[in-house]
Every structure is written in C-alpha cells, then in structure tokens.
C-alpha cells in the first residue's frame, strides 16, 4: 500500500468522527509526523510503499483518534505561534484563537524602549507567556498556575524553545502574585459553563483538563478575582488582558470599567466572535 492509499483508508475510517473540514487537517498532521516528512515532501512522496511498522503506528493513532482522543495528545505536541509545544492531557490543547491575545498584547508594547513586565495568569502549556517571551527581547515574562503538573510541562516548553520566562505554582484564588508593579497582564482563564458542555465535541470533554476548561456555578469568578488582584499589581497605566467566552463580552466588560480601568475594549477573533477583552489600568 502507498501513502496515498493510506491516507484514504485513514481519512474515510476517520469520517465518521470528524467532519470533512477537521478529518484532513488531522491526517496531514499524523502524516506527516509517522513519515517525517514536510509539507512538500507529502506531496512529492504521495506513492512511496509504505511499511509493516508504519502501517501499524498509523492504525494505532487511527484507534486512538476513533476514541475521541485529540491528536495533539497522541502526537504529544502542538503548533502555536510558529513555535512547538509539548502537549499531554494535563494542559489544554493552545488554540489558534489564542495567538490573535498574543499578537494583542505584543502590538500593545510594540513601542517599549524599556524592560516590559508581564504576567501570564492560567498559564498551562505555557504557549501564551512562551510565545510572547519569544516575541520582544524587552519582555520579562513570569507566568503561574495552579496546576504543578501544568507548570513542568510548561517549564519544559520553556526549555525546548530557548524562552526565558519564569514559572510559579500559584493559585489565584489564594496565592499573591508573583510580584508588584507589572506592565501587562495576560490571562485566559477557564470559561465554560457546565451547561455548554453538552454541544461540546467529546474529544474535548472526554480528553482536556476540566480544571482548565470549566467555570464554578459563578461564571465570571475568574475575571472578577483576577481584576481585583491587577488593580494591586499592574503599575499605573498598565495593562489587563483576558481571553473571554464569545458569550460574556459585555459582563467582562462591565466588571473592567466598575474596576477603574479605562479605554475598554472587547475585540473579536477572526471568526467574528467576542474572544478577547483588555482595558488600562489608571490610578487614581
């Protein structure tokens, strides 16, 4: 059998879990990852015979994929930025959405001629607070998370991509930051309601860390426990910024300009959805 032929017994073995947008995408990333191949090479190599070990890896993520599990986990990394990242099922899946807060708050402090300090709250994978680190040489990063096992992933990220942030297990609810006086900070923390679960698809309910995902009974705890803690911690003028839920634009909103913070802005994300919210931070 060729890699073109496995490829469409993959995909119409694939069909009946994934739709047809999701099921190639899906393929070319497992494709590409058994036969270690580029984009190009995909194409030039489409008849190359495959072999009786490839042929197995390739059934054993097919089973696994038809379990619903996600196949960053099963590949054991994830595209984010232009950057690689470990991923496992303590630390949810970065999304593309996400890296259009990073592009935010990098076009933010485009113009520093100094030291930025930022703070990533919630950080899991560590893609936010990576991918910024890699993004301006003036950016000091810290970035915590209630999850120890979160923060070594992320720790190990750090690492493998040459960033220099610094990590701390804190939980937000009872912990200090991890300093005063911050520039910018970054969170995008869990904001699913219980209730939306159920028009979720099962490789993400089944799969990803609900403490990642899920929100208490109090849907907007999060975004109230992290503003109170940023009017003590960012510096006059700084900046707030949250991934939110398309559906609390306005609530998230409201709680930024009850706080004092000025300039509010609630933007939307390439598909058109209200996906991110920031606001500055003036003293009085």
């Known amino acids: 059998m060729t890699i073109a032929e496995q490829l469409q017994f993959f995909n119409h073995a694939l069909s009946s879990v994934y739709d047809d947008r999701d099921t190639p995408a899906i393929a070319r990333l497992v494709f590409e990852k058994v036969f270690e191949l580029s984009p190009l090479q995909f194409s030039l190599e489409r008849y190359r015979v495959v072999t009786k070990a490839q042929e197995e890896v390739i059934n054993h993520i097919l089973l696994r994929l038809q379990q619903f599990e ?127 679960m159920k028009t979720m698809h099962n490789n993400v309910v089944l799969h990803e860390p609900a403490l990642a995902l899920f929100t208490p009974p109090d849907n907007l705890i999060f975004y109230r426990t992290i503003i109170e803690k940023a009017t003590y911690n960012l510096q006059d003028h700084g900046w707030l910024f949250f991934e939110i839920n398309e559906t609390r634009g306005p609530e998230v909103k409201q709680l930024l300009q009850q706080a004092g913070f000025a300039a509010v802005e609630v933007k939307k994300d390439i598909s058109g959805k209200d996906r991110m919210a920031r606001g500055q931070f003036i003293k009085k």
């Not at 994830?78 to 708050?105: M, Y």
């Not at 609810?173 to 300093?179: A, K, N, S, V, Y």
């Open 70 to 196: 996600p196949v960053q986990y099963i590949l054991g990394e994830a595209d984010f930025c232009g950057l690689k990242f470990s991923v496992n099922p303590q630390v949810l899946i970065p999304r593309p959405e996400t890296e259009e807060l990073v592009h935010w708050v990098k076009d933010t402090f485009a113009n520093a001629t100094g030291p930025v300090t930022l703070l990533d709250i919630g950080t899991g994978s560590g893609c936010i607070a990576i991918a910024l680190s890699k993004a301006n040489p003036l950016f000091e990063v810290d970035a915590m998370d209630v999850s120890p096992e979160a923060v070594q992933t992320a720790t190990q990220n750090n690492s493998q991509n040459q960033a220099r942030v610094q990590f701390y297990v804190r939980d937000i609810f009872t912990d200090p930051l991890p300093r005063n006086n911050y520039h910018g900070i970054v969170s995008n923390p869990p904001y699913i309601s219980h209730e939306e």
